[in-house]
């Protein structure tokens, strides 16, 4: 499963993304250092079901009227500091647990409530600017701390005479969730001397950016935006990066709301219909919030998590169906499942997403909205329904 890891100062509002975008509780309180263990839960991509090209909707466990919700896994890690690299904080803990992740929201608070480590401060104290790029140069520098401590080994095989300086950099970076390709493709872009024991600092420390910038992608969310000053969240969207804007306390309060039935919302809804029962402060909260969703085009906690898989990890939904026709599983079950591919993917890959032994017993796919053959060579489309044809189906 992709998944996605939620980094940032304490008290941006990380737990409380998570639980929003879970619906798990996790202790969430105005005080550093709540998360202690990395949580790890269950969050939804969202996107248009297939079905919404038939007379029916479909009866999948994950769509709401033609809205998709595709899973993915999400990580709360708990708040860095700047310093973090060198134990700062709970410094190196954190930061070991986004290798884990393959794309990481960033949460800032975009009200300036809480300074550069995380203490609650009066609103617009801080500037909001300050928390983007540390997060990103503590992952660097960490990184870069780990090349260094094993430029040594590196050094040591290089008087190996079948020593290769690729296969070296790639034994040693893929603990970092860097696959091989990846690691080819920076080396490719970067001017190094072949043998290790003439690489500078500057080497080993532009590796470790590129390598970082590659294998772990960063969105932030501008949270806090039911309490933020406009210029802030408008000043942090100037930036010349992707910044989402979230109010993840009313992701939270919208989804409790929506269990409770004082309010019809799906996780990614724009707008938000609230009902007549509650009492009048819930339905006065409810109407503020609406006015917030009305200026940022909803609380943006999905507009995060999507942008993060279809946007920055550049994935696509496919459906694998077994009667092409009906697009249905072998007992009816319209579209059931959904697997998130990386964008150039084929029908080997999603026949191998499904099982291991589908992929190896494949012989040839079907596109289900067509009607026609796909080859091997094809490149699926988000939204794809394909039905494949294996030996071990
Ligand atoms: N106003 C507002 N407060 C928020 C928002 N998100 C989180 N908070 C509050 O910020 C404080 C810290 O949140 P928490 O999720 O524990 O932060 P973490 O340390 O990053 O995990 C809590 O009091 C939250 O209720 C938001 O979108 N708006
Ligand atoms: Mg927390």
């Not at 040693?172 to 969730?177: C, K, N, R």
């Not at 024991?197 to 420390?205: L, P, S, Y």
């Not at 990890?313 to 694998?320: S, V």
């Amino acid at each position: 499963m992709l998944s996605i890891a939620l980094a940032g100062k304490p008290n941006a509002g990380k737990s409380t993304f998570y639980t929003a975008a879970t619906m798990a509780e996790v202790d969430v309180a105005n005080y550093p250092f709540t998360t202690i263990d990395a949580n790890r839960g269950v969050s939804y991509a969202r996107t248009d079901c297939p079905c919404l090209e038939r007379d029916e909707r479909c009866n999948a466990d994950n769509c709401e009227d033609g809205k998709r919700y595709v899973p993915i896994e999400l990580l709360d890690v708990a708040g860095l500091v700047p310093g973090a690299h060198e134990g700062k904080g709970l410094g190196n803990q954190f930061l070991d647990e986004l290798t884990n992740a393959d794309v990481i929201i960033n949460v800032v608070d975009a009200s300036g409530g809480t300074n550069e480590k995380g203490e609650p401060v009066d609103i617009g104290e801080h500037d909001p600017l300050e928390d983007i790029d540390f997060v990103e140069e503590e992952m660097d520098l960490w990184l870069a701390d780990i090349v260094d401590r094993n430029w040594e080994s590196v050094e040591r095989k290089s008087r190996s005479p079948d020593f290769d300086i690729d296969d070296a950099l790639a034994d040693m970076l893929s603990g970092f969730g860097a696959s091989p390709k990846q690691i080819a493709t920076v080396l490719r872009e970067l001017d190094y001397p072949e043998d290790p024991i003439q690489w500078e600092d500057d080497h080993r420390e532009a590796l470790a950016r590129d390598i970082r910038q590659r294998t772990k992608p960063i969105v932030v969310a501008a949270n806090k935006i039911d309490v933020a000053p406009a210029e802030n969240v408008e000043k942090l969207l100037d930036l010349d990066k992707p910044v989402i804007p979230t109010t993840a306390e009313g992701e939270l309060a919208l989804r409790r709301a929506a269990d409770n039935g004082l309010v019809e919302y799906d996780p990614g809804d724009e707008t938000i219909e609230i009902g007549d029962d509650g009492s009048d402060a819930q339905r006065e909260a409810l109407e503020g919030l609406a006015e917030t969703m009305a200026d940022w085009d909803g609380t943006g906690v999905q507009a995060a998590l999507n942008f993060a898989v279809y946007d920055l990890l550049d994935h696509l939904t496919a459906y694998p169906v077994e009667d092409a026709s009906k697009w249905s599983d072998g007992s009816g079950n319209i579209l059931p499942d959904a697997f998130l591919l990386p964008d150039g993917s084929t029908p080997v890959d999603l026949a191998y997403a499904v099982h291991s032994d589908i992929g190896d017993g494949y012989l040839h796919a079907v596109d289900a909205k067509s009607g026609r053959d796909v080859g091997e060579e094809y490149e699926l489309e988000e939204g794809d329904v394909i039905k494949i044809v294996s030996t071990a189906s």
